[in-house]
């Protein structure tokens, strides 16, 4: 954010619109700043967008342009949301297109020697997307994923987003931003490129059909939201490119982060009401959420129960990790997982006479559930004859077959 950041500031020279931007892009991604690889797969996004922005506004030679299909290379091997990157260089491409078609005889040697550049970063992002385990392989697991139905039908953040009003809202910020920009666009002297105009359009149809995208939205189009701001203020000055003010604000910006990082213990720097963010037990307490079933995990690696274990979704990806050696009824690699399992782990989650039954169904000797989520198979489980409670804290329970 603070990489994307820095370009809208060179792009717009006005920091207080940048800093506008920067908060409405913060608080519409909130929703999705889980750790997870999706997460790290923002770094080399930035660097596309960036390195394209620069490029097309004329502040950075073709030889960076090189940094695009390198940056492809880590992104296609993080997440599959690399195929957004490689649609917005498509879109690039297309509005390049546009221009040949659009010039002038005067100009049309200049568009078609663009085009030309688009075509061979567009070729050499190609073959970068294709230097993953899977191959060609990659574009049927995103097919896949894209199609899943389980994944469209029963996680929120697949689904549209909602206008809920809300400061810790993301669907509110995105529809403020949605058509804040869309009035902005439409009224402000500093009229858009094609490919601001492109790259808007193609990223909002992706997030109104699916909240996990916000953040996508958000970050991609935050140079353009600060240009556009800066047009409702006075000009300002272009920030400074002296060399040792670029490296006091580095400095500064560089000591924030290392401050912020979980080994540093940043609770400190917000009172002890902050604490109650992370975990309170284990080595890797500052590393973790106090969501994470820690202690609950723990006890059952000290105590093991024998037979098939069901816990809830969000508990899956610790426990995995904590204790490998122990089948999970699912977990949150919802592609791996048939439709029927899906319905069959809402079924026990619900809390019903049925839930019981499936769990007597497979053999399910043990469950960690958590006390908001699965509320009522708790107190049914507590109130079924040859169920036990055997350890609880914080918001996870395990319950086992009694002995």
Not at 191 to 217: E, N
Request: hydrophobic share 55%.
């Amino acid at each position: 954010y603070g990489f994307v950041a820095w370009h809208a500031l060179r792009r717009c020279g006005n920091g207080i619109a940048v800093a506008l931007a920067l908060i409405v892009a913060s608080f519409a991604s909130l929703d999705n700043w889980t750790l997870r690889p999706q997460t790290l797969a923002l770094i080399p996004a930035a660097v596309i967008v960036v390195v394209t922005s620069e490029y097309l506004h004329g502040r950075m030679r073709a030889r960076w342009l090189a940094a695009i299909p390198i940056g492809m290379l880590f992104w296609v091997n993080m997440h599959g949301s690399f195929i957004m990157g490689a649609a917005l260089l498509g879109l690039v491409w297309l509005s390049a297109a546009v221009a040949v078609l659009r010039s002038t005889p005067d100009a049309r040697r200049a568009a078609v020697r663009q085009l030309g550049v688009w075509t061979a970063v567009g070729f050499a992002t190609f073959i970068a997307v294709l230097l993953n385990p899977l191959g060609f392989g990659i574009f049927a697991y995103v097919r896949m994923m894209l199609s899943n139905t389980s994944l469209q039908t029963s996680f929120m953040e697949w689904q549209p987003p909602r206008n809920t009003f809300g400061v810790l809202r993301s669907g509110f910020w995105f529809f403020a931003m949605l058509l804040g920009l869309a009035a902005l666009m439409a009224k402000s002297a500093r009229r858009p490129s094609m490919v601001d105009v492109l790259w808007y359009c193609g990223m909002a149809w992706l997030a109104i059909g699916g909240s996990r995208y916000i953040m996508w939205f958000a970050l991609i189009t935050m140079p353009l939201l600060a240009e556009q701001l800066a047009a409702l203020f006075r000009p300002r000055a272009q920030p400074s490119s002296k060399p040792a003010v670029t490296l006091l604000y580095g400095a500064l910006l560089g000591g924030i982060m290392i401050a912020t990082l979980p080994w540093f213990m940043p609770a400190r720097f917000f009172g002890p009401e902050a604490a109650g963010a992370f975990a309170s037990t284990g080595p890797y307490r500052m590393l973790l959420s106090s969501k994470n079933p820690i202690a609950a995990t723990e006890w059952l690696a000290e105590h093991p129960i024998e037979g098939r274990f069901w816990t809830d979704m969000s508990y899956t990806s610790y426990t995995i990790w904590r204790m490998p050696e122990q089948q999970i009824f699912a977990d949150l690699r919802v592609e791996l997982f048939p439709p029927s399992i899906w319905k069959q782990y809402n079924d026990i989650a619900r809390g019903d006479e049925q839930s019981v039954a499936m769990l007597d169904q497979w053999n399910i000797t043990h469950v960690m559930l958590d006390r908001d989520w699965e509320q009522a198979l708790l107190e049914r489980l507590r109130q079924t004859p040859g169920w036990c409670e055997r350890f609880a804290e914080g918001d996870a329970v395990v319950l086992a077959r009694c002995r």
